[in-house]
């Protein structure tokens, strides 16, 4: 039982101070409830507003891609320096100690293997997991013009209805086909569809023009790196994509393919956080190499 309160200081309500109401950081999150809200927060850093989110779910669809061989080996070492791990459940529950309190973006959707159809994906975790995961959001590829386009749609509404139940953000990954140009109308089109049908958080790829693609999105989006570049080119793109509206960036190859990858992932940090200029970052890059 509480003990009474005996104490002889004077009570202070502070009553000239009126209590504070400030509107959420995130773009287009603040009508959300205190658990969505803090899930959010937990992924982008409250005080530059972005995210750096190391993608390493790819062998979910394509098996032991490289640099993934041994997660374990690999990408254990890049884990410090990532706001944000972006994987699958089997490997976080095999591989990544529960101990980590990074925030967990878990892969919600699968099914055809690189060797088949691959937007004939369905939900592939029950929001129930993830929660047991006590994972921050869920994400789901989605094919917007692809020939399951309507059924990926739909795993992704599905769950954000299951997410606002319980209060989980879904990230809606826009899936570029092979015969889908990647330009700014087509990316567009994609990320506003997935953000008016409930999407959280919006994963892209970076194109030409790409402020009219944050502009018209009413949703935080976090860029995909895509295929390996030359470090200095994919530091460049990352800093574009920061410059032109980005709310960061869920990058895997040009990190864990890396000749050193945390070296990487801390330049990326700087460009991120930091908004530190390419070749800074580059210079930061080097010295961490050679280190
Ligand atoms: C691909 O489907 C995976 O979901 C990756 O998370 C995504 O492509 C980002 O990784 P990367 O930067 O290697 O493109």
């Not at 603040?30 to 779910?57: C, E, Q």
């Not at 994987?87 to 959707?109: D, K």
């Not at 990316?187 to 790409?210: H, M, N, Q």
């Not at 460009?271 to 070749?279: A, L, P, S, T």
Request: glycine residues 8%; contains cysteine; proline residues 4%.
């Amino acid at each position: 039982m509480a003990e009474a309160d005996y104490s002889k200081k004077e009570k202070n309500y502070h009553t000239g101070i009126p209590q504070k109401s400030e509107a959420f950081f995130l773009k287009g999150s603040n009508a959300y409830d205190w658990g969505m809200k803090n899930r959010l927060a937990r992924i982008f850093n409250p005080k530059s507003g972005k995210t750096v989110m190391l993608a390493f779910d790819h062998g979910y669809f394509q098996g032991p891609t490289t640099g993934l061989e041994r997660v374990d080996v690999t990408i254990r070492p890049l884990i410090p320096y990532a706001d944000a791990l972006m994987l699958t459940r089997g490997i976080l529950r095999s591989v990544i100690e529960p101990s980590v309190t990074n925030s967990v973006v878990m892969r919600a959707s699968g099914g055809p293997s690189v060797l088949k159809e691959l937007s004939n994906e369905h939900i592939a975790v029950d929001m129930e997991d993830a929660l047991r995961m006590n994972v921050s959001a869920v994400a789901v590829q989605v094919f917007i013009g692809g020939e399951f386009e309507t059924q990926t749609v739909n795993n992704m509404t599905r769950l954000v209805d299951m997410g606002m139940r319980y209060g989980m953000p879904v990230l809606g990954v826009t899936a570029v086909g092979k015969e889908l140009t990647r330009d700014a109308r087509y990316i567009s089109l994609a990320s506003r569809i997935l953000a008016e049908l409930g999407a959280s958080i919006v994963k892209t790829y970076f194109v030409p023009d790409f402020e009219q693609v944050t502009a018209a999105c009413p949703v935080p989006i976090v860029i995909a790196g895509g295929k390996k570049l030359p470090e200095r080119e994919a530091l460049q793109m990352a800093r574009d994509a920061i410059d032109q509206g980005a709310s960061g960036v869920d990058m895997g190859r040009n990190i864990f393919q890396s000749d050193a990858p945390v070296a990487m992932i801390g330049a990326v940090r700087k460009v991120v956080h930091e908004k530190v200029g390419v070749k800074e970052a580059y210079e930061y890059y080097l010295d961490m190499k050679n280190k």
